[in-house]
């Protein structure tokens, strides 16, 4: 499913919105909501409404549990860590409890990092089966997500629920979950804005299936649901809709 909006401020309200109703599905069904959490600029404004009300009330905060879909191996404190952009934007300011948010530990290790997550997502994941209840992505202009990038063996991986993988453009270590985890979501949540996002929004929604080169490709859950949410500058190139 698509949905478009007119600007971003509105697509970060419906995924606020959409964030908030998940959360109380999982927990009424299920006593618990486990949500990955992106990195990237895209959904600071999400996390930032998450913080306020009516967001903040209408999640079940205690019964949230935090993963993240990636990290970059840095410290925590380090201006890229995607942990520290969620616990400065929202984390900090919501009762969630500290011992239900689990960021990626890679900045020494990024190898046992990345080992420790998988074993950490078993953990909890595991028992009835493996279904986060909601992954939010990005969309990188490269067609990467999370941190799948093109040509990376994290594509194809079928074993391991997360991976260390080198980024040699920004010679960065990082984490990612991968496409066995990922796609057995409930809901997967890509949140794409900026006409700088066109092209390539254009490419992995509408051009021939080449997950290896556009791996935001390999996301299709099995049997959860897949939600575009996308503003009028990244839709702009996209066929209209019907
Ligand atoms: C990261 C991300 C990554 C991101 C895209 C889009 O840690 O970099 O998780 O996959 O979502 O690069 O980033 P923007 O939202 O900044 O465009």
């Known amino acids: 499913m698509i949905l478009r909006f007119s600007d971003p401020e509105s697509l970060s309200r419906a995924a606020a919105d959409m964030f908030a109703q998940a959360a109380q599905t999982a927990v009424q069904e299920r006593g618990r909501f ?21 967001w903040c009330d209408r999640t079940p905060w205690p019964h949230v549990h935090v993963f993240w879909g990636d990290e970059r191996c840095v410290e925590i404190d380090d201006q890229r860590s995607n942990a520290g952009m969620a616990y400065r934007t929202l984390l900090r300011h919501v009762p969630v409890d500290p011992a239900h948010v689990h960021p ?12 420790q997550y998988d074993e950490l997502l078993r953990t909890h994941l595991s028992s009835p089966a493996p279904h986060l209840d909601l992954v939010i992505l990005g969309l990188g202009r490269n067609g990467h997500t999370a941190s799948l990038f093109p040509g990376s063996p994290a594509i194809d991986e079928k074993g391991r629920w997360a991976a260390d993988v080198y980024v040699a453009e920004q010679a960065m270590h990082r984490v990612t979950l991968t496409p066995p985890l990922l796609n057995a979501a409930r809901t997967v949540l890509f949140l794409v804005s900026g ?37 009028a500058p990244a839709a702009a190139r996209l066929a209209p809709s019907p």
Not at 199 to 228: C, D, N, T, Y
């Open 195 to 231: 006409n700088e996002k066109a092209h390539v929004l254009k490419s992995v929604l509408e051009g021939p299936f080449m997950p290896r080169r556009l791996p935001a490709q390999a996301i299709h859950p099995h049997s959860g649901r897949l939600i575009w949410l996308v503003d």
């Open 34 to 54: 486990n949500v990955a959490l992106s990195g990237g600029g895209t959904p600071v404004r999400t996390y930032q409404l998450l913080a306020q009300a009516p």
């Open 104 to 115: 990626i530990r890679c900045a020494a290790d990024p190898e046992a990092g990345a080992a």
